[in-house]
């Protein structure tokens, strides 16, 4: 599939700065998701050491089934930074995104959008650099404070940071801790949840998520 190259890869933090301000105004937080939705894919990032494994699975969005799969050996590419995290990941999830002979209708992440101090998480960076739908689903708050849902699946309380809401905590199955949802690109805060409890039919995290984390540790592990 297509990337869009926008910037270069930043090799300070004030450059990894720059970019952020100037891609964040392109991020759209107000569609309501994606039109139709035939595959859908995620992207997830495991570590050793200095390695890293980037994955990318893509699933029929309806039975759950994998259609393809992607993966790159990598190392980080950026160091760690409060706010700057997405670097170190993107280089190789473009690497395997571009491997992908699918386009699908929506990229799942394994992390945060709009949740996010600088309010451009990897979900809205790939969002924009993809032109795809994409969500951020974090498996723990990065920011802001939340009230804790009730405890029936589908659940959700405001998340909200600054004085402004910034995402959900949303209950996926009945009695066990929410995840935290927030936009990416071009699906809004009420799809970004509906989508997310539709792939998660059955346990906390979206399949796409447990997917991808399991390719990725596989991937980097050789097992």
């Known amino acids: 599939m297509k990337v869009v190259d926008l910037h270069p890869w930043p090799a300070t933090a004030e450059e990894a700065t720059a970019i952020q301000d100037t891609l964040r105004p392109?991020?759209?937080?107000?569609?309501?998701?994606?039109?139709?939705l035939r595959t859908v894919a995620g992207l997830d990032v495991a570590y050793a050491d200095d390695r890293l494994a980037a994955a990318v699975v893509v699933l029929d969005a309806d039975s759950l089934d994998v259609v393809e799969e992607a993966t790159v050996l990598d190392r980080p590419a950026f160091p760690y930074i409060p706010g700057l995290?997405?670097?170190?990941?993107l280089p190789a999830l473009v690497g395997a995104l571009r491997e992908l002979?699918?386009?699908?209708?929506?990229?799942?992440?394994?992390?945060?959008?709009?949740?996010?101090?600088?309010?451009?998480?990897?979900?809205?960076?790939?969002?924009?650099?993809t032109g795809?739908?994409?969500?951020?689903?974090?498996k723990t708050r990065l920011v802001g404070s939340y009230d804790e849902p009730a405890t029936?699946?589908?659940?959700?309380?405001?998340?909200?940071?600054?004085?402004q809401v910034v995402g959900r905590a949303l209950r996926t199955q009945t009695g066990v801790r929410?995840?935290?949802v927030s936009v990416g690109h071009r699906a809004d805060l009420e799809a970004a949840c509906?989508?997310?409890?539709?792939?998660?039919?059955?346990?906390r995290l979206p399949e796409t998520t447990r997917l991808a984390d399991r390719l990725s540790r596989r991937t980097l592990t050789g097992c």
């Open 152 to 163: 029936d699946r589908g659940a959700w309380s405001a998340l909200s940071d600054g004085g």
């Open 194 to 203: 509906a989508l997310t409890l539709r792939l998660a039919p059955r346990y």
């Open 26 to 36: 392109l991020a759209d937080l107000t569609s309501p998701g994606p039109p139709t």
């Open 178 to 180: 929410p995840v935290f």
């Open 85 to 89: 995290f997405a670097f170190r990941e």
């Open 132 to 138: 795809l739908p994409a969500i951020g689903v974090g």
């Open 101 to 129: 002979t699918v386009t699908p209708d929506l990229l799942v992440c394994d992390g945060h959008g709009l949740a996010h101090p600088k309010r451009f998480g990897l979900a809205c960076h790939l969002g924009v650099l």
